[in-house]
């Protein structure tokens, strides 16, 4: 009995592992894996218990998409637009998920924002009635195919409940604690397992269920014609700069008044700052080694210093003159010598 168990509890992680490996093969993948993990079973316990797993093969199975949109609108009317478009929430049966709204009626530049999700079957007449709340400027669809990834999650999911009942059956008939802890080891890691791929299931049913539908709502002063044009593009680009300068000046001066009490204790510390250091002026730098030291300014009013070569004077200062005192008479003009005369 101890090694049908054993036998069994390897096969079975044996088939845990395969469930574990990959999450969106699909087609020939699952067959593939269903086929080794009932191999796996019947080599274990000699062909008896190869009904344990169910068979997954795909077959016939209806298509599950995945269907999400994006509409942008705008409107002169941005109150009536707005209830047009939750009343079209409420006759399509579907809930808000997300909603954003910004800007004044008093600026006429209000815009929301909201995620709609959509029950499928509603799908297509949601997008029709929202349509009508406004100028339809955008408006982009998108469905993608998850059927392979749901034939694959399902499976699996199928399987590993298989492999958890069958561990706890044969947790009830283990005859000793060293099999009864292996086989809860194993149904440890199977639950793990599946709830990860339960938890993936949900997601996936969600999203095939209830479609995603993303709405922008803007208020205009006048509608965008259809068929814009350069110029009219050129505008309205210059015209959202504008609006986005204006958010930021008015941040920026909010922010100022935010942080007003900061300001003022940086406009002091600096204030202190400065008139210490015109209190305390810094020294002059000392001359770098090898170079002279700059010659001091002249000063006014004092006498030039005596030049290098100057003969020394006196420490007496030069007696005055006599006015009445005899002049030295002016030396006479130096004689001119006369020519020789001719000889006859």
Request: hydrophobic content about 40%; aromatic content about 6%; proline content about 8%.
């Amino acid at each position: 009995m101890t090694k049908r168990i054993r036998r069994l509890t390897a096969a079975l992680l044996a088939a845990a592992l395969l469930a574990g490996c990959g999450g969106s093969d699909s087609g020939s993948n699952t067959a593939s894996y269903d086929a080794v993990a009932e191999e796996s079973l019947a080599l274990a316990s000699g062909g008896t218990e190869s009904a344990l797993l169910p068979d997954t093969a795909t077959g016939e199975s209806a298509q599950k998409i995945i269907y999400r949109a994006d509409l942008y609108m705008e409107s002169t009317d941005f109150d009536a637009a707005q209830d047009t478009l939750l009343d079209a929430v409420d006759a399509a049966g579907a809930w808000l998920e997300y909603s954003y709204q910004s800007g004044s009626a008093k600026e006429q530049d209000r815009r929301v924002e909201y995620t709609v999700r959509v029950p499928v079957e509603n799908y297509s007449a949601f997008l029709e009635q929202a349509g009508q709340a406004g100028s339809v400027l955008n408006l982009s669809e998108n469905a993608e195919d998850v059927t392979s990834e749901y034939i694959d999650v399902d499976a699996r999911i199928t399987s590993l409940e298989a492999q958890r009942d069958r561990l706890n059956e044969l947790a009830a008939q283990a005859e000793t604690t060293a099999d009864l802890l292996e086989i809860e080891n194993q149904l440890s890691n199977v639950q793990y397992q599946l709830e990860s791929y339960t938890q993936q299931m949900r997601a996936l049913e969600g999203k095939i269920t209830y479609s995603t539908v993303d709405i922008s709502l803007e208020e205009v002063a006048v509608l965008t014609p259809t068929g814009v044009t350069f110029g009219a593009r050129l505008a309205d680009a210059f015209g959202g700069g504008w609006r986005m300068f204006v958010d930021f000046v008015q941040g920026l001066v909010l922010t100022l008044v935010y942080l007003w009490p900061l300001l003022v204790i940086a406009a002091v510390v600096v204030g202190v700052v400065l008139v210490q250091r015109r209190k305390h002026p810094r020294p002059p730098k000392p001359p770098k080694p090898g170079k002279k030291a700059p010659a001091p300014p002249a000063q006014y009013g004092l006498p030039d210093a005596p030049a290098a070569n100057a003969p020394p004077q006196s420490g007496k200062p030069d007696a005055p003159k006599n006015p009445d005192a005899p002049q030295d008479a002016p030396a006479a003009p130096a004689e001119t010598p006369e020519p020789p005369k001719p000889k006859y």
